[in-house]
């Protein structure tokens, strides 16, 4: 009034746009956006009050969203009860629509009774100010999004439309506001450290005491609640309410609830971007409005300090928090829907996408019951996805007995291969040593001796040669060096024969076998063995030498009966 001017205002202002502008030459333009309706702010100038001059606030723009205080929403939200209360299946008499005053109603089917009943609820202006909400938040959100520009809201205090205004925009803005974790800041910051007054707008209990005493719990007076339904007449129609004197003095309004709805208008707009479902919404108003934790009690942060709320009362988050562990990404309060990918950046809605509906799982749900199942579908959805997850944690399950099946098919594969080359090399041993025992065999029956063996592993060596007639009978095992190619029979007797196999490619220094070489009548004239077909004492590819222990023979007792025999012979 008067072309009054806030100097320190104006300053204030130019700084913050100077800092927002950083190195940058020119600043960004600034709008300044006036929640409250234009006739508001001129009505406020007779009490000292009143709006910008976009002159007096260099590169600026003053708007006007036009949206009303809170005895406006505090009678909007009165009049959307009554008429659900009238027009629903159920009344708050326990009455049903459809017998209420002569079927005078919705459910009556007479035509100028359904126009009553939907100018009813236009004139409830419920839904007109969802919409107002609504779209001074995506002008705000389209701005910062699509200009880069700077806005300053405000309204007549600053915490009641100015709360709702900016935490919608940050919700359009920024998708870590659509999570869990960003709506909880989201609320802490622009509500409840804000300093939007819960005990007042919504008849919270008065909280008294200090931080080292148990509080002090009382209702607030009716003052502080909502007006009653106004009383139907005979007709079906309303009788006027008597204005009440203290309609100033009640701070009762529905702010946070008019912005749970504004945020369930979002979710059905883009039911893909948020993490949490509408029914989380629900429970979260249900547990705000119960009092039965402390985060919302008191009018700001300081007097929830004082009094000690945090200490003395639970808390809401860690509450619902351990109700979404409990089932985890099947609870009811994450949205089936999510999918962070698909709206990376801001939300954007146009005009013609604002008109809101009436929020059914909320406001229907005691009136018309039946008809707020409107989330039923998600609900099948929910167990058709818990009933996939069920048959693809299944269908990974066989798959992973599958693959160790497979697995140890493979593993006893290769040790069957395994076992039919030791069996093959088994057999090739076996085999060989049949003939090299067949070879020793015949060498030693060579030396007129025979051979028996035994199933232990002994060879028993009978020699017939002995004048006597006197069987002398020799023990010996078998061992093998196969490191060096040397097979040899050890006798246990004091007549012992040694026996040791020689490859062909070894050249043997032994006397022996020299000697054999040139004794042996089926060497063949270039020098080459022809054993086994000349009978010789020769294994394979590998020669036999046979060497006596003379020393041994020296060592034999010789029997005097034997000369005497052959001297009396004489």
């Given at each position: 009034m008067m072309n009054m001017r806030s100097n320190t205002d104006e300053k204030l202002v130019a700084a913050l746009c100077s800092q927002l502008g950083g190195d940058k030459k020119g600043r960004r333009k600034l709008y300044i956006a006036d929640a409250r309706p234009r006739k508001n702010a001129l009505a406020n100038v007779a009490m000292g009050g009143g709006s910008e001059s976009p002159s007096h606030y260099f590169q600026s723009e003053v708007v006007f969203f036009g949206i009303d205080n809170i005895h406006a929403m505090?009678?909007?939200?009165?009049?959307?009860?009554?008429?659900?209360?009238?027009?629903?299946?159920?009344?708050?008499?326990?009455?049903?629509?459809?017998?209420?005053?002569?079927?005078?109603?919705?459910?009556?089917?007479?035509?100028?009774?359904?126009?009553?009943?939907?100018?009813?609820?236009?004139?409830?202006?419920?839904?007109?100010?969802?919409?107002?909400?609504?779209?001074?938040?995506?002008?705000?959100?389209?701005?910062?999004?699509?200009?880069?520009?700077?806005?300053?809201?405000?309204?007549?205090?600053?915490?009641?439309?100015?709360?709702?205004?900016?935490?919608?925009?940050?919700?359009?803005?920024?998708?870590?506001?659509?999570?869990?974790?960003?709506?909880?800041?989201?609320?802490?910051?622009?509500?409840?450290?804000?300093?939007?007054?819960?005990?007042?707008?919504?008849?919270?209990?008065?909280?008294?005491?200090?931080?080292?005493?148990?509080?002090?719990?009382?209702?607030?007076?009716?003052?502080?609640?909502?007006?009653?339904?106004?009383?139907?007449?005979?007709?079906?129609?309303?009788?006027?309410?008597?204005?009440?004197?203290?309609?100033?003095?009640?701070?009762y309004s529905p702010i946070f609830l008019q912005w749970i709805d504004c945020v369930s208008q979002l979710l059905r707009m883009y039911p893909f971007a948020f993490e949490f479902s509408s029914a989380f919404l629900v429970d979260l108003l249900d547990c705000v409005l119960s009092c039965r934790f402390g985060n919302f009690f008191c009018n700001s942060e300081k007097e929830r300090q004082l009094v000690g709320v945090s200490e003395s009362c639970g808390c809401l988050w860690a509450y619902l928090a351990d109700l979404r562990s409990s089932e985890g990404r099947s609870h009811v309060h994450y949205n089936l829907f999510y999918s962070p990918l698909k709206h990376k950046g801001p939300l954007l809605p146009p005009a013609a996408a604002l008109a809101p509906t009436l929020w059914p799982q909320f406001h229907l749900r005691w009136a018309c019951p039946s008809e707020a199942q409107a989330g039923e579908l998600e609900a099948q959805c929910r167990n058709m996805s818990l009933k996939f997850s069920e048959l693809q944690k299944a269908k990974e399950g066989a798959e992973k007995k599958a693959k160790e099946t497979t697995n140890a098919m493979e593993s006893l594969s290769a040790e069957l291969q395994n076992e039919k080359r030791l069996s093959s090399s088994a057999m090739a041993l076996a085999k060989r040593a049949s003939k090299e025992s067949a070879a020793i065999k015949r060498a030693i029956q060579s030396l007129g001796c025979k051979v028996h063996f035994a199933g232990g592993g002994d060879t028993t060596v009978d020699i017939e040669t002995n004048p006597m007639g006197i069987t002398q009978e020799s023990v010996f095992s078998h061992s093998k060096r196969e490191s060096d190619g040397i097979v040899q029979h050890q006798y246990n007797s004091d007549l012992s024969i040694s026996i040791s196999a020689v490859a062909d490619d070894v050249v043997s220094n032994n006397p022996l076998d020299r000697v054999c070489g040139a004794i042996c009548p089926s060497r063949a004239r270039d020098g080459g063995c022809r054993w086994p077909e000349a009978g010789c004492a020769q294994l394979c590819s590998q020669f036999i030498g046979v060497k006596a222990n003379y020393d041994a023979i020296d060592s034999l007792s010789i029997y005097e009966t034997y000369f005497d025999t052959r001297e009396e012979g004489k």
């Amino acid at each position: 009034m008067m072309n009054m001017r806030s100097n320190t205002d104006e300053k204030l202002v130019a700084a913050l746009c100077s800092q927002l502008g950083g190195d940058k030459k020119g600043r960004r333009k600034l709008y300044i956006a006036d929640a409250r309706p234009r006739k508001n702010a001129l009505a406020n100038v007779a009490m000292g009050g009143g709006s910008e001059s976009p002159s007096h606030y260099f590169q600026s723009e003053v708007v006007f969203f036009g949206i009303d205080n809170i005895h406006a929403m505090r009678e909007s939200l009165s009049r959307l009860r009554d008429y659900l209360d009238t027009h629903g299946s159920t009344s708050s008499d326990g009455t049903l629509s459809l017998l209420r005053h002569g079927g005078w109603t919705w459910g009556g089917g007479n035509l100028s009774s359904m126009s009553a009943s939907v100018a009813t609820l236009g004139d409830s202006g419920w839904l007109i100010h969802v919409q107002s909400v609504l779209a001074g938040s995506a002008w705000i959100a389209a701005r910062v999004a699509l200009e880069s520009a700077s806005v300053l809201v405000h309204c007549s205090d600053g915490w009641d439309r100015t709360s709702q205004l900016i935490s919608l925009a940050n919700l359009l803005l920024d998708p870590y506001y659509r999570t869990f974790t960003g709506f909880q800041a989201l609320i802490e910051k622009d509500w409840l450290a804000f300093g939007h007054p819960f005990e007042e707008r919504m008849g919270m209990p008065t909280v008294s005491g200090c931080s080292d005493k148990p509080l002090d719990l009382s209702r607030q007076s009716s003052v502080g609640s909502f007006p009653s339904s106004p009383m139907r007449q005979s007709s079906g129609s309303f009788a006027p309410q008597a204005p009440s004197s203290s309609h100033a003095q009640n701070q009762y309004s529905p702010i946070f609830l008019q912005w749970i709805d504004c945020v369930s208008q979002l979710l059905r707009m883009y039911p893909f971007a948020f993490e949490f479902s509408s029914a989380f919404l629900v429970d979260l108003l249900d547990c705000v409005l119960s009092c039965r934790f402390g985060n919302f009690f008191c009018n700001s942060e300081k007097e929830r300090q004082l009094v000690g709320v945090s200490e003395s009362c639970g808390c809401l988050w860690a509450y619902l928090a351990d109700l979404r562990s409990s089932e985890g990404r099947s609870h009811v309060h994450y949205n089936l829907f999510y999918s962070p990918l698909k709206h990376k950046g801001p939300l954007l809605p146009p005009a013609a996408a604002l008109a809101p509906t009436l929020w059914p799982q909320f406001h229907l749900r005691w009136a018309c019951p039946s008809e707020a199942q409107a989330g039923e579908l998600e609900a099948q959805c929910r167990n058709m996805s818990l009933k996939f997850s069920e048959l693809q944690k299944a269908k990974e399950g066989a798959e992973k007995k599958a693959k160790e099946t497979t697995n140890a098919m493979e593993s006893l594969s290769a040790e069957l291969q395994n076992e039919k080359r030791l069996s093959s090399s088994a057999m090739a041993l076996a085999k060989r040593a049949s003939k090299e025992s067949a070879a020793i065999k015949r060498a030693i029956q060579s030396l007129g001796c025979k051979v028996h063996f035994a199933g232990g592993g002994d060879t028993t060596v009978d020699i017939e040669t002995n004048p006597m007639g006197i069987t002398q009978e020799s023990v010996f095992s078998h061992s093998k060096r196969e490191s060096d190619g040397i097979v040899q029979h050890q006798y246990n007797s004091d007549l012992s024969i040694s026996i040791s196999a020689v490859a062909d490619d070894v050249v043997s220094n032994n006397p022996l076998d020299r000697v054999c070489g040139a004794i042996c009548p089926s060497r063949a004239r270039d020098g080459g063995c022809r054993w086994p077909e000349a009978g010789c004492a020769q294994l394979c590819s590998q020669f036999i030498g046979v060497k006596a222990n003379y020393d041994a023979i020296d060592s034999l007792s010789i029997y005097e009966t034997y000369f005497d025999t052959r001297e009396e012979g004489k």
